[in-house]
Every structure is written in C-alpha cells, then in structure tokens.
C-alpha cells in the first residue's frame, strides 16, 4: 500500500515537471536511487517514450561495474545520455584538483554539474535525493529553487502546499526536483524487489581488497594512496551507496539478493550515509554547506 | 501498510522536538551514528542528558540558536505503519510553516505545555488544523512530570480546550498526557498516570482510522499532462495523465469533460504496471476515452450529474506569507490543481484574528502570516469544490508574478 501511494506521488510530480518546464533532465548515476528514478519516469509517459535526456555527472572516480550497469541501462531503453566529466573540468582549469590522503572530487562535481546545465540550457534536474538521508536534505522542498549560481538558500525556500507545485522560474534559474523525497532506503530496495529491477553487481556481497580509514571500509583503487600503515586485506562486502571510490565506504555484508537487501536495511542500526560516506563526517554541517554551494 | 501523514505544532519550548525524538527512540527508528552524534552534541552544548530534540533540528542556524525554523520532514515505521512527520516551527513563521505542514496532513499534534496551560497559540494552532482541513486532532499535554502527573490539570487543560474546539470544524479531537523528556505515553504507558485509561500516542497513531478520509463520492479527475506517443505502433493512442483528486474511476463509465461539457465513456485506466478496473485518490492514472475530444492540462473529467463548480469568482480564505502586504486589486498567478491563471483580489471582507476568531471588517491589508476572507476573480474558469468537500478540488496557492514567490495558500469557501 505505501508503497503505491509513494509510487503515485513520483508520478505525479515528473509529470508535472514534464508539463511545466521546457527543458528537464533526469541525473541518473546508476545508483539504486537514480535507477527507481528512471523506472518511475518510465511508467510516467508510457507508452510514449522518455520525454528529457539523462545526465552523469562522471567524477573519473566511480565503480567500473557502476559506469557498466549505467551504459548498458541507457542503450536498452534507446535513451540520450549526457556525460559532463569532472576530469574536463580540471582540464580547463574550471577547478583544481584536491590533494592529500582525504582529497576527492566530491566537491569539484558541483561545478561540473552547474555548468553542464547551464550549457544545456535545462531548466529543471530530477535528483534521486530522500529526505531521509541526512538533515539539510528533510527540509529541502521537492520543487527546490537554485538561483542564477545554483546555489540553494534554505531560508528563503517556497512554501510547499498540498500537490501544489510552484515551477516559475526565471533564465538561468533551475529547479532541482526530487521524487523520491518521501522514501526511505527501505521502500527504494522495496521498491527495486517488488519490480524487480536489476541494480549494479556492487550492492550485493561480493570479495573486494579494501582497507580501513575514519571507521569506514573503502576499497583498494588506483586513484588513492592507502596511506603508510594501512592494510589492504580481502573481505566480503557489498555497498550501501554508490559515490566516488575514494568515499564510498562499503559495509560487511552476506546480502546475495534484493530480497536479503531488503531484510539486511529493515534490521539496520544505521544510517545509510553514517557507514558509508567519508564526505559528510568532516562535520556535522557537510552536506547542508555543500548543498548550499549548489550540490545535488 | 499504509502511511499517515501527521504534523506537529507547539510554541517555542513546549517539547515539540524531544517529542518527536522520544517517538523516534522508542520506536527504535533512530539509528546508532545518529544517537553519537546527537550524544556529542549534547555533551557539547553542556546538556546533562542526551538531548533527543537534537535528532531532529537540522540546519546549522538551527543547531546554532536551538530554534526550528523551517518545516523538516522525517521518517519512520512500524509494524503497522509508515509515519511521515511534518514537523512545523511554533516561532514568527509559525502560520506559513504550520499551514504547509498541514495542508497534507492526515493529523495533526498540537502541544500545550502542562506547566503554562492553554496559551493563545494552543487556539491559533487549533484553527489552523481546522482551516486546513486536517481531519485528527491529538492534544498531547506535555511535561506532566513537572505538575506531578496531576489529572486536575489534564482535566483543566482538556476542558479550556474543548471549549474553543467546539467552535471548530475538526470532529475527531483526543487528548493525551505525556512526559516528552521521560518518556511517559508516548510509546510506552506511563506508571505515573494510572488514572489515565486511554493509550499511548504511539498506539493512536498507527491505529486512528483514515481510509474514509478521503472523498471517494465526487469524481474529480484533473488533467495534467496528455500522452501521445508519436510512434506508428501507437499512432492512436491519447491518453490523459493526472491524480484522481475524488471519487472512484471505472472503464466503461460514462463521464464528463470540462469546460466542453461534451460526455464520453472511459475506454480503458492505466496505472503504472498496466490496465485497471478502478482508480481512486491518490492513484497516479492515465485515462483513455471512447471519443475524441479536446482536452488539454487544466481540464476536468467528472461526471454529468456530479460536477464541480465552474467559475471564475472565487469566495475564500486566505493565509498571506510574503513581507510586502497583500492588496486589493493586486493581481497575481493563481494556481489551482493543474491550471494556472491570473487572479485578481476583488475585496478583502475581513480579516480574521485567529486567536479569538473576530472579523476585522475594515481592515484593508492582509500582512505576513495573517488570514483574510477574500474575493478574487480570476481570468479563466476554475474548476473547483469547497474544501470542505475536496482538500485537492477545493485548495489553491498563490505566486507572484514579479518574484515568482509563492506568496498565499487559500482554501475555497
Ligand atoms: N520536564 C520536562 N521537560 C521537557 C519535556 N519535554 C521537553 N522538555 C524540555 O523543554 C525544553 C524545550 O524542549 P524542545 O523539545 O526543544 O521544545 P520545542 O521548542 O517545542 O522543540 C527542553 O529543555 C526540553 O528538555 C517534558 O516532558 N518534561
């Protein structure tokens, strides 16, 4: 039942952004998040097709399986795939690089992101984003308003009523829209059960060389130095979330199907960011400073 | 399972947030990174207990002045339930944040701290549920820990209350006392509070009736978004996107399409896996038609001898949330299920003190976080019922046209 409702109020809101704007996207990542995302927008314009290409905003840093399960995603269903690339961005100078044991181009997505949609012209971005994902995030609007530097402002967010959707914007302004606001992490793998939708090979168990960093488990990979002392060892692990490799922490899991998912997030102690994300632990505050800068 | 959307109301310090938190720990929907860092928190700020309000402020301003100051949202399940809260700030922006919290409300928990009785938000509160058309009202009367768990002042505080509800147009009101901070009544029964014999919060929560909540007499079925694939294989099809907003929707059913007035049958229902024989609120559909007519977003499908009111003088009330003060003759983008139009405020009747309910008939302005009775004619014909009747046919927002705000949220009379 809930998770019906929930799937009618995704619907209803992609279709209202396909009514009310000229030129949306959908960032699709191959994440479980941006994989619902797609099949809602799917079954919210068929039999006709799509109606906005998809966007990856590719860090040079994510999970081969991931940029995998994403090409191949896109080519099944004869869809547009726009790739703004991280590394173009360091390559003309738009950002530097971080340096250091902790560096990561997390940070260095945003202007990416904001000037793919700039040159596009898109004037509204479907995010994958759940309010129950961290605090900044529970009071963003479904319809969140980013002015002309893309920037969001908490306090002079719209008021949000009923199903009521103020999409007005003016040139160069966006609106980041999330549909899956109201999901948890459980109702997305519920959802990915019930519909039985094929998500990347890394959310489920499997052997990996990883070694141990600030609590969390990240995975051996070519773009980070381990750090003297640091043991790489082999142990069976599936991830949670799937961002860049040098902070995506994976947790120790025997979870082999969706449905051992399911169970494994229902009995979970915590949160999906908590284990996973080197990003938000600089400080309580991450996300909402990174979100005001213009993050997803 | 199914979900109830519930939000929560109090003034500043009446124990809003460590309710909300109390409910989340004792569920066992909090988390164990999030209880460390609300543990450091606490420790940081001096608190001699762990601070459970903390789970739930969010932004940094917040955090930084221990205030709420916009409407967060949170999660959590049981059992029997998934529970979305609106969580909406009792301080300057009380109405607008309370008013958007409500509008989706399935219920609502107003807070009355033990120690001060009934204040004059506790009736602000109150009318703005019943304004919004929330249809459960749970009076939680907090900190009985401080008054000793005395009944004489539940009792008290019950009856000043129950005085002013009787005004309203909220039928289901239950009162509980409960200790936020300790624990008692929310999740768990309290051992202090023998001689109350009703049940926790919790258990009212995940138990109060809302399937006959919504209206599944009037078919209402607002046009959003047409479907017309252009492919060969699908060179006919045109089907009609939207949310059924009343009533329920059959193949075969003979309905009827404004503004035409034209009538057809449905042809077919399509949800999102396929076909299906009915759709009622709140499905996300796709309608076939036996005929072909011209219907565009902003239409309506209803039926012949059920229809909503078509016009373009709307009588309503209107909560008004930007600085610059609303106007007579001002006009503004009206936007009312999937239309948009202009709009223009004919007259404001009155405005209305929504601590003692007294019409002001002179007043000329409606200012931020104020409510007023208003006349607006707008450009187009609107397709709508009372809100009494229908919370989506009967329910509008307001945006301005020079800053694209949404500047007013009205409900029709
Ligand atoms: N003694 C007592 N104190 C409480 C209770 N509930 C909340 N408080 C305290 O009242 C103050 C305000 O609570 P808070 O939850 O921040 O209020 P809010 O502003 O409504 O969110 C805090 O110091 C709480 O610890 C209660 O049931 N009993």
């Known amino acids: 039942m809930s998770i019906e409702v929930l799937e009618a109020e995704a619907i209803h809101i ?33 039999p006709a097709p ?60 945003t202007t990416t992101l904001l000037d793919a949609i700039d040159k596009n012209g898109f004037d509204a971005a479907f995010g994958g984003a759940r309010r129950d994902e961290e605090k900044a995030r529970a009071k963003e609007r479904i319809f969140s308003f980013r002015d002309e530097f893309g920037q969001w402002d908490p306090k002079i967010q719209r008021p949000e009523l009923w199903n009521l959707f103020n999409a007005r914007i003016r040139n160069g302004e966006h609106i980041r829209v999330f549909p899956l606001s109201n999901w948890t992490e459980l109702d997305v793998w519920r959802y990915i059960d019930r519909d039985e939708i094929e998500v990347p090979s890394i959310y489920f168990a499997h ?90 | 399972m199914d979900i109830l959307r519930f939000a929560t109301a109090g003034s500043v310090d009446d124990g809003k947030s460590t309710l909300i938190g109390r409910l989340l720990y004792d569920s066992k929907s909090t988390f164990t990174d999030q209880l460390a860092a609300v543990e450091r928190a606490s420790r940081d700020r001096g608190d001699e207990y762990t601070n459970l309000a903390l789970l739930t402020d969010g932004l940094r301003a917040e955090r930084e002045q221990g205030i709420t100051i916009d409407v967060a949202y949170g999660y959590f399940a049981t059992p029997k339930r998934k529970f979305i809260i609106a969580d909406t700030p009792g301080h300057a922006q009380y109405t607008r944040n309370m008013v958007t919290g409500a509008s989706t409300a399935d219920l609502a928990i107003i807070l009355v701290d033990a120690t001060k009785g009934l204040v004059e938000q506790s009736r602000r509160h109150a009318f703005l ?21 005395d009944e004489a002042v539940f009792e008290r505080i019950r009856h000043e209350f129950t005085a002013f509800t009787t005004k309203l147009s909220t039928r289901d009101v239950t009162f509980v006392p409960i200790s936020a901070l300790r624990g008692d ?213 307001l945006i301005d046209e020079a800053t694209n705000l949404t500047v007013g949220a009205g409900v029709i009379n």
């Open chain 2, 185 to 397: 009544n929310v999740v768990n029964r309290s051992y202090d509070m023998g001689w109350y014999g009703g049940s926790p919060l919790l258990h009212h929560l995940e138990n109060v009736h809302i399937a006959s909540d919504r209206n599944l007499v009037d078919a209402r079925f607002p046009v959003q978004y047409v479907i017309r694939p252009q492919s060969h294989a699908y060179r006919d099809y045109r089907g009609y996107a939207g949310q059924v907003a009343g009533g329920v929707l059959r193949p075969g059913d003979e309905v009827m399409h404004l503004p035409s007035g034209l009538t057809t049958r449905i042809a077919a229902i399509d949800g999102p896996d396929g076909p299906v024989d009915e759709a009622a609120p709140p499905m996300s559909v796709v309608l076939r038609l036996t005929d072909e007519l011209d219907v565009s977003r902003g239409d309506m499908i209803c039926r012949a001898h059920n229809a909503p009111m078509a016009t373009q003088d709307l009588d309503a009330m209107v909560v008004w949330m930007a600085d610059r003060p609303l106007q007579t003759r001002s006009t503004l983008i009206l936007k009312h299920t999937t239309k948009s139009a202009r709009a223009m405020v004919r007259d404001l009747q009155y405005r209305l003190d929504v601590n003692t309910l007294h019409r002001d008939e002179s007043a000329d302005q409606l200012r931020c976080n104020e409510i007023g009775r208003l006349r607006l004619r707008v450009t187009q014909s609107i397709f709508c019922d009372p809100y009494s009747r229908n919370r989506l046919t009967g329910a509008f927002i």
């Open chain 1, 14 to 46: 992609m279709r209202e952004v396909a009514a009310e704007f000229q030129r949306p996207v959908l960032l699709f990542s191959g994440g479980k998040d941006s994989i619902v995302l797609l099949r809602l927008a799917q079954k919210a314009f068929r």
């Open chain 2, 129 to 149: 549920v019943s304004l919004l058309g929330v249809p459960h009202l749970m009076v939680c009367v907090n900190k009985m820990d401080l008054v000793g768990y």
């Open chain 1, 50 to 109: 799509i109606p906005f290409p998809l966007m990856h905003v590719d860090t040079g840093h994510n999970f081969p399986e991931v940029l995998q399960y994403r090409d191949k995603r896109v080519a099944e269903l004869g869809l547009r795939l726009i790739v703004a690339s991280v590394q173009d961005s360091i390559d003309t100078g738009r950002v530097a690089e971080e340096t250091g044991p902790r560096a990561s181009r997390n940070r260095l997505q």
């Open chain 1, 207 to 296: 052997r990996r060389r990883v070694f141990a960093r600030d609590g969390m488990l990240l995975a051996e990979n070519p773009y980070q130095p381990t750090g003297a002392g640091a043991e790489v060892y082999e142990a069976t692990v599936r991830y949670r979330t799937v961002g860049d490799m040098t902070c995506t922490g994976a947790v120790l899991s025997g979870a082999r199907t969706v449905t051992d998912i399911v169970k494994e997030v229902a009995s979970t102690r915590i949160t999906e960011r908590g284990a996973t994300r080197a990003d938000d632990r600089v400080s309580d505050a991450a996300m909402e400073d990174r979100k005001r800068e213009g993050y997803f």
